[in-house]
Every structure is written in structure tokens, then in C-alpha cells.
């Protein structure tokens, strides 16, 4: 069984910076690329960013050049740098190990919002 569990979501200004964290447990996972999806009311849940477990990266268009997804397999977490935030980046973000049919966790609020 693995539990993924996500902390660092929060209320911020446009314009601000948050990251968020992510610590899988349960099992070895440090074959498993690791990412975080995001889904803003009304709206399908979205891929952000991925990492695979040699720390290839894949970003959604609006993330790139904001976001930044990195993982510490010593630590088995995964982060994501979030700057330049802006309201249309509010929404619930959830951390997901091993893809769409991995494991996911609960998610975490971001609320961008002067």
C-alpha cells in the first residue's frame, strides 16, 4: 500500500512563490516517476509537471518557466517551485507516483488571490 501526502499549498498574491512538497511512503518507489496535476473547479484535472526517476522533466505549457519539479530520492519526495503565480493557477494540486493509474494523493489548495 502507498500513501502519498502533499503539504505547502496556501493562500498567496499574484505574483508570489509557494512549494510544495510530496512524500510517498509505503514502498520502494524510486523507479516510479513521480508528477503533480492540478484541478481548478469546474475543470478536468491537468498534468503540471512530471519527473522521471533519472530526472527527466516534463512541463505543461503554463508551467514552463515558472514551475520547476525536482525529486530527492534519499528523501523520496518530490517538490514543485511554483513563482509568478497568478489567479488562473488556483486550484487543488495532487501529487501522483507511477502515472494516471499510479497512486495519487489527497491534493492540496493553492489560492492565488489579492
Known amino acids: 500500500q502507498v500513501q502519498v501526502a502533499e503539504s505547502g499549498g496556501g493562500l498567496v498574491q499574484p505574483g508570489g512563490s509557494l512549494r510544495l512538497s510530496c512524500a510517498p511512503s509505503?514502498?520502494?518507489?524510486?523507479?516510479?516517476?513521480m508528477g503533480w496535476y492540478r484541478q481548478a473547479p469546474g475543470k478536468q484535472r491537468e498534468l503540471v509537471a512530471s519527473?522521471?526517476?533519472?530526472?527527466?522533466?516534463n512541463y505543461a505549457d503554463f508551467a514552463k518557466g515558472r514551475f520547476t519539479i525536482s525529486r530527492d530520492n534519499a528523501k523520496k519526495t518530490v517538490y514543485l517551485q511554483m513563482n509568478s503565480l497568478n489567479v488562473e493557477d488556483t486550484a487543488v494540486y495532487f501529487c501522483?507516483?507511477?502515472?494516471?493509474?499510479?497512486?495519487w494523493g489527497q491534493g492540496t489548495q493553492v489560492t492565488v488571490s489579492s
Open positions: 501522483n507516483v507511477g502515472g494516471w493509474a499510479g497512486y
Open positions: 519527473i522521471t526517476s533519472a530526472g527527466s522533466t
Open positions: 509505503g514502498r520502494t518507489l524510486s523507479g516510479y516517476a
